[in-house]
C-alpha cells in the first residue's frame, strides 16, 4: 500500500468553480502535511502547509483530519492559472517526505 | 543562484551507458533526497541523506543506481548500465531541517535532470 493515495483525476473545471482535493495517507505517526503544485515540466513548489485547525490563503483552503488520515485542499473561484497537478505531501518522523501521485486539474475557460 | 541546481538538465544515453546526474541544494539545507519522477505519475523516493550519512536508500530500484554526498552538500546520483525502463525525471530536493521534530519545514526542489534511455 503507498503511503499516501490521491485521485489522480483529471478534474476538469470551468472557470469559476469549487473544486477540492482529497489524500490518505497511511502512516499514523505522520508529521507534516503539504499540498505541492506542480506544473507541466517543472518542479514540484509549495502551495501550502495544512494545519490540525485546517488554513486558509486566498482562494486556497487546506484540512486535516489526523483520526481519519485524510488531507483535502479546496480552491474557489477557479482560475486558468489553477491548471496544474497538486500534490499531497506526508512527512514522517525522520523527515522522509512522501507523495501522492498527484491530481490533474484543469481550468477550462 | 539560492535555489536547488541540478545538471544537467538534459541526457540522453545508450542503454549499457554509465549516467551522474548532479545536485547542489541550498546552501546549509541538511537533508537531501532523491525522487524518480516518471511521466503522469507522482515523485518516488530513490534516497534520502542527512549531511553526508545516507539515512535510506530503500528507494532505489536497483544495485545499478548509488548516491554519494561525501561532502555533505553536493550529491551525485548514479547509474550504471542504463536500461529503457530508467528513463524518467530525477528530482533533487533539499530540506533545512532533519529528524524527528523536524515539523513544518518544506522541502525545495530543483529542475530535475530529464534521463532518456534509447
Known amino acids: 500500500r503507498k503511503e499516501v493515495e490521491q485521485d489522480p483525476g483529471p478534474f476538469n473545471v470551468p472557470e469559476g468553480a469549487t473544486v477540492a482535493f482529497n489524500c490518505t495517507y497511511s502512516?499514523?505517526?505522520?508529521?507534516?502535511f503539504f499540498w505541492y503544485r506542480q506544473d507541466c515540466r517543472k518542479e514540484p513548489k509549495l502551495l501550502m502547509s495544512?494545519?490540525?485547525s485546517g488554513n486558509e490563503d486566498g482562494r486556497f483552503t487546506a484540512q486535516l483530519n489526523r483520526a481519519s488520515q485524510y488531507i483535502s485542499l479546496l480552491i474557489r473561484d477557479s482560475k486558468l492559472s489553477d491548471s496544474a497537478t497538486y500534490l499531497c505531501v506526508v512527512t514522517d518522523t525522520g523527515n522522509q517526505f512522501y507523495f501522492g501521485t498527484g491530481t490533474s486539474l484543469t481550468v477550462i475557460p | 543562484g539560492a535555489g536547488v541546481s541540478q545538471s544537467p538538465r538534459y541526457k540522453v544515453a545508450k542503454r549499457g551507458q554509465d549516467v551522474a546526474l548532479r545536485c547542489d541544494p541550498i546552501?546549509?539545507?541538511?537533508?537531501l533526497f532523491w525522487y524518480q519522477q516518471a511521466l503522469g505519475q507522482g515523485p518516488e523516493f530513490l534516497t534520502y541523506f542527512q549531511n553526508e550519512a545516507q539515512l535510506d536508500k530503500s528507494g532505489l530500484p536497483s544495485d545499478r543506481f548509488f548516491a554519494e554526498r561525501p561532502e555533505g552538500s553536493v550529491s551525485t546520483l548514479k547509474i550504471q548500465r542504463t536500461q529503457q525502463e530508467d528513463s524518467a525525471v530525477y528530482l533533487c530536493?533539499?530540506?533545512?531541517?532533519?529528524?524527528?521534530?523536524?515539523?513544518?519545514?518544506?522541502?525545495?526542489f530543483g529542475q530535475g535532470t530529464r534521463l532518456t534511455v534509447v
Open positions: 546552501s546549509g539545507h541538511v537533508s
Open positions: 530536493a533539499s530540506s533545512f531541517r532533519a529528524g524527528q521534530g523536524a515539523g513544518d519545514t518544506e522541502a525545495f
Open positions: 495544512v494545519y490540525s
Open positions: 502512516n499514523s505517526a505522520s508529521q507534516s
